[in-house]
């Protein structure tokens, strides 16, 4: 998201079984924006280092695989920049106003996943953001809460399933959907269902789905593709790089901790908590 935008630098890098080491260039990509990925991918943890502390581990059985769909991902993402300009060429701010509108139409799933993780504290800030946010925020088009103290978060059912103690291996990269794992595969069937959304009938319920997914897939793709462009020119392995920020970013998540640079990494084709709506096109996971 953009509204997070501030990392330190690092040195360590990821590695790729059977390939070149993903470190990344010296020269970081120009640009804030280009810096802090850089910065974040650097200092992700060697996934396929043996003798890398332990919990920082992942494993990445299926690489061929994974390879193959990230690029295959890649290009549809390619063709589908068209159909997301329209969000493209919206000022800034209209831009924020939309990603505003998207996570306070997210509300139901983000509270449902408080409460499942006992953060009663957190649960009671989204409340009182969609309360705030609907009304004097228009519909959620501005934040409002958050000038008034009460910061956004995300929650999904894969961090729940995480706080809950399940790992976060075998990495996959699904079609369409981007990086994930079985355990965040299973939330994000859980956080379709529990999308009021998704049980909206008749032909107005589910234009309503279709305009958010739509939305969703622009705002996602729209608001990243500048920042990975420069990842990817600046990545020995852009595979291996797009790998370690998406296990940084979720493991961050699932800690709450708001303040690690990861937890700012770009989404890529990741739909927020909540987003997922009863369309093929919604997706939500880091990269390719």
């Keep these: 998201m953009r509204d997070a935008d501030t990392v330190p630098t690092a040195s360590a890098s990821t590695a790729s079984a059977g390939a070149p080491s993903a470190t990344l260039q010296a020269q970081a990509p120009t640009g804030q924006a280009g810096d802090q990925l850089a910065a974040l991918a650097q200092s992700a943890p060697d996934i396929d280092n043996p003798d890398a502390v332990e919990d920082t581990l992942v494993s990445d059985p299926y690489e061929d695989w994974n390879r193959y769909v990230f690029d295959l991902n890649t290009l549809i993402y390619m063709f589908l920049q068209p159909v997301i300009a329209p969000y493209g060429v919206l000022p800034e701010e209209r831009q924020d106003n939309v990603d505003n509108f998207l996570h306070n139409v997210s509300t139901p799933v983000i509270l449902l996943n ?53 790992g976060d291996s075998p990495y996959m990269v699904y079609p369409l959907l981007g990086p994930g794992n079985p355990r965040d595969g299973v939330g994000r069937m859980v956080d379709m269902v529990s999308d009021p959304m998704f ?54 998540a699932i800690a709450n901790d708001e303040g690690n640079p990861a937890a ?12 997922t709506v009863p369309e093929p096109a919604g997706s939500d996971a880091v990269g390719g």
């Excluded at 519909?139 to 000038?147: K, M, Q, S, T, Y």
């Design 199 to 252: 049980w909206l009938t008749g032909n107005t319920g589910q234009n309503m789905a279709r305009m958010k997914t739509y939305a969703t897939v622009s705002s996602q793709l729209g608001s990243n593709t500048n920042r990975l462009e420069e990842l990817r020119s600046t990545s020995i392995d852009f595979y291996a790089a797009v790998r370690s920020l998406y296990v940084q970013s979720r493991r961050a």
């Design 114 to 166: 408080d409460l499942l993780q006992g953060e009663v504290d957190r649960a009671w800030v989204t409340t009182q953001r969609f309360g705030v946010n609907s009304t004097v925020g228009l519909l959620g088009f501005v934040d409002a809460a958050e000038e008034m103290g009460l910061p956004k978060h995300s929650e999904d059912f894969g961090q729940t399933l995480g706080v809950w103690g399940l």
């Design 264 to 275: 700012s990494a770009p989404a890529i084709s990741r739909v927020r908590t909540g987003d």
